[in-house]
């Protein structure tokens, strides 16, 4: 009886996954992405970064310090760090400028000075929130959140679903704010969201009591074949097709090769670059995330790996730390730059990993102008973001701050006027960068066409 069933499905199934094949939305699902063979690093520099010492230089005179004054930071870690002269108004320390650039770089952005030429930095950000899960939620997604929670697929979760349908790991997300919200995304795309990434590995670790190896393998080829075989009968069958093809992707998960790149020893081990002694003091964790990247992106194992590094929110005493925390992700950043230089594409003989991945930094917001009576900055509506990628025009900054350094002032003519650059136009420029239509995703945001190569 149970093979006349599975029988007449067959033939009833044929006859309707022939019917529907045309469809778009299985069209949709059939075709491959259309590069594939990009790669995305995501990052969210959490708590509101203090963009005066980095990325947007800027005046300190305004302030209970006045003038600004080195009392307030640890200055003599910072390798970029000159302090200004007696008679300079402006500034606590000396503007960095690259040699043969016109950047304005702070004294905190570290090993990244190195490489201006791989630089896009959008200044100036109207983040319109001190909130920082309103802020964190609005730099990933390009939406504010509505009544708490985030209405819009986050910008990994995008360029999975563009690029990464495919892949045996779509998107692995470190405490980064990902969302999967919106009816056209794929269902294989939901971000794998872990605290870290030897999470995984704990995941993936089987034990022998009950079942051997060869038993889990026979189990998973069975389930596999099974699973394929009710999407090709299925009317609706991409989560079952999702389903196979996680099944499938099993053996390759468990293999030792692949468990590796989930150990954070075998890691360090494997990009040493990333763990300087005698240590870094506040971002290791980044490091092995940046190392996590490299090597599976080596394997083509995943699409898009995002993650948050460790938290800039000073508001006291700290402030003396803000600067030592910008310089080691800015660093751990240059250092995952040189990695890709040096690593082969998976699939592109002869090419560069950095030649296709892409790497997008963003925060909360800013820290205030002025500091407080605590010495720290409190919250700021102002922002900057940092893209690093050969699809943008390197050695370049969009947008501004006013004269005083206060608040985001007009980058030009948007579609809806004249208006600062916000990060919906960052997030639809990155986006557009892949030819991928902006409002699929996005409900507010212009592409910035300037920033992109031709």
Known sequence: MENRRRTFLKVLGGAAAAGVASQPLFRAFADPPAASDEFFVLIHASGGWDVTLSLDPRNERRGIIEPGSTDTIDTAPIRRWRNAPLDADSSTFEIYRPAGSSLRLGPAIGNLGDMPERLTIFNGLAMNTVSHADGTFFAATGRHLAGGKPIAASIDTMLANEFGRESLLPTV???YPSTYVGNELDARVSPLRVNSVDTLSKMLNRGNVNTTAVDRQAVTAMLTEEARDLAARSWYRDEIEGFGLQLAALPRMLSPDVQQIFNAAALAAAQPSFFPSPGLRFQNRAGVNCAFAVEAMKRNLVRCV?????SHDTHAANYRSQPLIQQELFDTVAALVRALDAAPHPTLTG???????HILLVSDFCRTPQINLTLGRDHYPNGSAL?????FVGNTAFGRADDDQLLPVSAGMFADGDRPVAPPDVLATFVAAFGVNPRRYLR???????????
């Open 387 to 391: 893209v690093i990628s050969p699809r």
């Open 173 to 175: 997300s470190v405490g």
């Open 351 to 357: 090419q560069r990993l950095s030649d296709h991945t």
């Open 306 to 310: 995002s993650f948050a590094s460790a």
């Open 444 to 454: 507010d945001g212009d592409v910035i066409r300037s920033l992109l190569r031709a």
